[in-house]
């Protein structure tokens, strides 16, 4: 049914819709009697407001007109209607394009409705009928749906009130059942700190009778050496002379097994935590954090690397604690001062395992504190190292003043000092820790001088050992730190060298890349030959150095790769391959491992620094062929400082490129 706001736009000399006529025949013959909508009165009615859908006596009527309200009189109403364009024509089509009703001669006789389409109003309303029937079968449905809905809400809402008073109980019930644990763990805590007291108690009780003892004995002592003052009697003065050292070697051995300090300390300490499965915390009353310690700290550590190490917690006496619950922080200061607070996991057995990742390279310190105390060699230093990532400039070129002509081997000794061979200006140059010349010594055939120098290498005691390649005297010179000679080894024997490169120091073992003879040679620092090995792995070894797993790393020359062998010489394996690309290798020539197994290798006719990992897995590289900073012409040589930093020899270059490692 047309709802009443649309029904108000229509008059009885007007309706556009079937349903206003139905509307309109229903008020007509209803068959009910009609009375003043307005008013009340039972007068015979007269009108009816077509806006206002009510039936109006003859006085209402009047006033109402007033409004402007569509009042049509009642006869109007219970006639037929009629077309409101061709009178006395009834109202008999409804015309589906206009949605409106028409007489049969609008549909003959005008062109207002040519090409629509029509329905006798009878069947229109019918259609009508049907399509509002289907429109509102769905009510039906909705209706049931809301029921049930209704009915499941209010269903559901019993049930939410039942699981509420369900969970209420056992709300209190676990209330109940922690209260009591927590009751008996409040009187745990109290029953261990009154034993823990007893017992110092005790202890520092028995330590006082002890003293008491002694002091009685001391006092005894004093009064006999009162009497001996006045006694003149020889005999009583012997016997009591006897008697005074016995008591006094009695209290003399009491006095020296007495403890002069307290045997207790008053260390009672609560720790709460803040742990739902731990009950209100941790006593503790002999745990001394000064006497704890860090197991296994590793003081050498890779950049951007999570590192783990124990910290285990002690008593008073050195012995483990053997529960947890102690207030562990750890913090990692860089080179900086930026600092880095570490993660700590409580064993619960007096232990923990603490992490932190270091985002700086360089020098560290790291502080390990309990209860807000440093433990005992806190704070630690470690040394960062790189990741060799993104190595692009020099921080500095050394050439003493252009006198460098062919820098080869570059070694580390104690305390920063350097020291570079020169194998085309025959001479070794001596730096120390600032990169400033000390010295420079060299050319000759003498013992102490130099025809060719190669590789370069330092022993524990800081001396210095220099490899000299010549096809006629091949030999291994060895150097007190100021230049000084000591000894020379390597040119006769079963040890005699042909051509030797490179050569390392591990262990009082001296390590020696003896290229023409394709082997490794063995050597004490004292210059006795122990073994050779190799020769069928290699081709033309030309350095050599000592990894992290005490394994021994050669480059081989002509194979353009790296070997590894064991110290005693069996083989391991290799990697790297003949090329200019990612991870392949052109003449290596010289080789550094830095404190966490990164290889560094010298690639000679590639120009450039090519970093591997421990297991030979490519990193990246840097340099390229040129005179620039930062480019290489022929790299042979190649160390580590202490810091990290890293020395190239570039050789045709004539001079030595230093890339720092922050």
Same mark, same amino acid.
């Given at each position: 049914?047309?709802?009443?706001?649309?029904?108000?736009?229509?008059?009885?000399?007007?309706?556009?819709?079937?349903?206003?006529?139905?509307?309109?025949?229903?008020?007509?013959?209803?068959?009910?009697?009609?009375?003043?909508?307005?008013?009340?009165?039972?007068?015979?009615?007269?009108?009816?407001?077509?806006?206002?859908?009510?039936?109006?006596?003859?006085?209402?009527?009047?006033?109402?007109?007033?409004?402007?309200?569509?009042?049509?009189?009642?006869?109007?109403?219970?006639?037929?209607?009629?077309?409101?364009?061709?009178?006395?024509?009834?109202?008999?089509?409804?015309?589906?394009?206009?949605?409106?009703?028409?007489?049969?001669?609008?549909?003959?006789?005008?062109?207002?409705?040519?090409?629509?389409?029509?329905?006798?109003?009878?069947?229109?309303?019918?259609?009508?009928?049907?399509?509002?029937?289907?429109?509102?079968?769905?009510?039906?449905?909705?209706?049931?749906?809301?029921?049930?809905?209704?009915?499941?809400?209010?269903?559901?809402?019993?049930?939410?009130?039942?699981?509420?008073?369900?969970?209420?109980?056992?709300?209190?019930?676990?209330?109940?059942?922690?209260?009591?644990?927590?009751?008996?763990?409040?009187?745990?805590?109290?029953?261990?700190?009154?034993?823990?007291?007893?017992?110092?108690?005790?202890?520092?009780?028995?330590?006082?009778?002890?003293?008491?003892?002694?002091?009685?004995?001391?006092?005894?002592?004093?009064?006999?050496?009162?009497?001996?003052?006045?006694?003149?009697?020889?005999?009583?003065?012997?016997?009591?002379?006897?008697?005074?050292?016995?008591?006094?070697?009695?209290?003399?051995?009491?006095?020296?097994?007495?403890?002069?300090?307290?045997?207790?300390?008053?260390?009672?300490?609560?720790?709460?935590?803040?742990?739902?499965?731990?009950?209100?915390?941790?006593?503790?009353?002999?745990?001394?954090?000064?006497?704890?310690?860090?197991?296994?700290?590793?003081?050498?550590?890779?950049?951007?690397?999570?590192?783990?190490?124990?910290?285990?917690?002690?008593?008073?006496?050195?012995?483990?604690?053997?529960?947890?619950?102690?207030?562990?922080?750890?913090?990692?200061?860089?080179?900086?001062?930026?600092?880095?607070?570490?993660?700590?996991?409580?064993?619960?057995?007096?232990?923990?395992?603490?992490?932190?990742?270091?985002?700086?390279?360089?020098?560290?310190?790291?502080?390990?504190?309990?209860?807000?105390?440093?433990?005992?060699?806190?704070?630690?230093?470690?040394?960062?190292?790189?990741?060799?990532?993104?190595?692009?400039?020099?921080?500095?070129?050394?050439?003493?003043?252009?006198?460098?002509?062919?820098?080869?081997?570059?070694?580390?000794?104690?305390?920063?000092?350097?020291?570079?061979?020169?194998?085309?200006?025959?001479?070794?140059?001596?730096?120390?820790?600032?990169?400033?010349?000390?010295?420079?010594?060299?050319?000759?055939?003498?013992?102490?001088?130099?025809?060719?120098?190669?590789?370069?290498?330092?022993?524990?005691?800081?001396?210095?050992?220099?490899?000299?390649?010549?096809?006629?005297?091949?030999?291994?010179?060895?150097?007190?730190?100021?230049?000084?000679?000591?000894?020379?080894?390597?040119?006769?024997?079963?040890?005699?060298?042909?051509?030797?490169?490179?050569?390392?120091?591990?262990?009082?073992?001296?390590?020696?890349?003896?290229?023409?003879?394709?082997?490794?040679?063995?050597?004490?620092?004292?210059?006795?030959?122990?073994?050779?090995?190799?020769?069928?792995? $290699?081709? &033309?070894? #030309?350095?050599? *150095?000592?990894?992290?797993?005490?394994?021994? =790393? %050669?480059? @081989?020359? !002509? /194979? +353009?790769?790296?070997?590894?062998?064991?110290?005693?010489?069996?083989?391991?394996?290799?990697?790297?391959?003949?090329?200019?690309?990612?991870?392949? $290798?052109? &003449?290596? #020539?010289?080789? *550094?491992?830095?404190?966490?197994?990164?290889? =560094? %290798?010298? @690639?000679? !006719? /590639? +120009?450039?620094?090519?970093?591997?990992?421990?297991?030979?897995?490519?990193?990246?590289?840097?340099?390229?062929?040129?005179?620039?900073?930062?480019?290489?012409? &022929?790299?042979?040589?190649? *160390?580590?400082?202490?810091?990290?930093?890293?020395? %190239?020899? @570039?050789?045709? /270059?004539?001079?030595?490129?230093?890339?720092?490692?922050?």
């Amino acid at each position: 049914m047309a709802d009443k706001q649309e029904t108000n736009k229509n008059t009885a000399s007007n309706l556009s819709c079937s349903l206003c006529a139905k509307f309109v025949k229903i008020l007509r013959d209803d068959g009910t009697e009609k009375k003043c909508d307005d008013c009340g009165s039972i007068e015979q009615v007269v009108a009816l407001c077509i806006n206002c859908t009510q039936y109006l006596c003859e006085v209402c009527n009047s006033y109402h007109i007033r409004k402007e309200h569509d009042v049509v009189a009642v006869q109007s109403i219970e006639k037929t209607l009629y077309c409101p364009i061709h009178s006395k024509k009834e109202l008999d089509h409804y015309c589906k394009t206009c949605k409106k009703l028409i007489c049969h001669y609008c549909v003959t006789s005008t062109k207002d409705h040519v090409g629509h389409t029509f329905d006798m109003i009878e069947s229109a309303a019918v259609k009508h009928r049907n399509e509002l029937t289907d429109i509102i079968a769905p009510v039906d449905e909705m209706s049931t749906s809301l029921t049930k809905t209704k009915k499941d809400i209010i269903n559901m809402k019993s049930k939410l009130e039942n699981q509420a008073k369900k969970a209420i109980k056992m709300i209190d019930r676990c209330y109940a059942e922690q209260l009591t644990k927590l009751n008996e763990h409040h009187q745990q805590l109290k029953k261990q700190l009154q034993d823990e007291l007893s017992q110092k108690e005790e202890a520092l009780t028995t330590q006082l009778e002890d003293i008491k003892s002694v002091q009685d004995q001391l006092a005894n002592i004093k009064k006999q050496r009162e009497g001996l003052e006045r006694t003149t009697d020889r005999k009583v003065l012997s016997k009591k002379k006897e008697d005074i050292e016995k008591s006094m070697k009695e209290v003399s051995d009491k006095y020296k097994t007495l403890n002069t300090l307290p045997v207790e300390t008053d260390s009672i300490q609560f720790v709460p935590v803040n742990n739902p499965n731990i009950l209100l915390g941790h006593l503790f009353t002999s745990a001394y954090p000064h006497t704890s310690e860090v197991v296994d700290f590793p003081h050498n550590i890779g950049y951007n690397t999570k590192v783990d190490f124990t910290i285990q917690t002690q008593n008073c006496k050195g012995e483990k604690c053997t529960k947890g619950g102690h207030h562990i922080s750890v913090e990692l200061k860089s080179v900086t001062g930026n600092v880095t607070i570490g993660e700590v996991k409580d064993n619960n057995d007096g232990s923990y395992v603490a992490s932190f990742v270091a985002g700086e390279v360089g020098d560290a310190k790291l502080s390990v504190s309990i209860n807000e105390q440093q433990i005992r060699g806190s704070p630690y230093s470690i040394v960062v190292g790189r990741n060799y990532q993104g190595i692009n400039m020099p921080d500095e070129i050394v050439n003493d003043n252009g006198s460098m002509s062919g820098p080869w081997g570059i070694a580390f000794g104690k305390d920063g000092m350097w020291v570079v061979a020169d194998h085309s200006n025959y001479c070794v140059y001596i730096f120390n820790g600032q990169d400033e010349l000390v010295k420079k010594f060299g050319s000759g055939s003498s013992s102490g001088q130099f025809s060719s120098p190669r590789g370069v290498a330092f022993d524990s005691d800081n001396h210095f050992y220099i490899v000299e390649y010549n096809n006629n005297r091949s030999r291994v010179q060895k150097f007190s730190i100021n230049g000084n000679y000591l000894l020379q080894f390597g040119n006769d024997g079963d040890g005699k060298l042909s051509g030797p490169y490179g050569i390392t120091i591990h262990n009082n073992k001296v390590y020696v890349a003896d290229y023409d003879n394709k082997r490794i040679a063995v050597f004490q620092t004292n210059g006795q030959f122990c073994t050779s090995f190799g020769s069928e792995h $290699l081709s &033309s070894p #030309c350095d050599v *150095a000592v990894n992290t797993n005490n394994q021994l =790393l %050669v480059v @081989d020359y !002509s /194979n +353009h790769c790296v070997v590894t062998f064991t110290l005693d010489g069996h083989y391991v394996g290799k990697f790297g391959t003949q090329g200019s690309g990612r991870g392949q $290798l052109s &003449s290596p #020539c010289g080789l *550094a491992i830095d404190i966490n197994g990164f290889i =560094l %290798v010298a @690639d000679s !006719s /590639n +120009h450039r620094v090519s970093i591997f990992d421990k297991s030979g897995n490519y990193i990246d590289c840097f340099g390229s062929k040129g005179s620039n900073a930062g480019q290489f012409s &022929s790299s042979y040589g190649i *160390a580590l400082s202490p810091n990290g930093s890293i020395y %190239v020899s @570039d050789s045709n /270059n004539k001079r030595v490129q230093i890339f720092s490692n922050y």
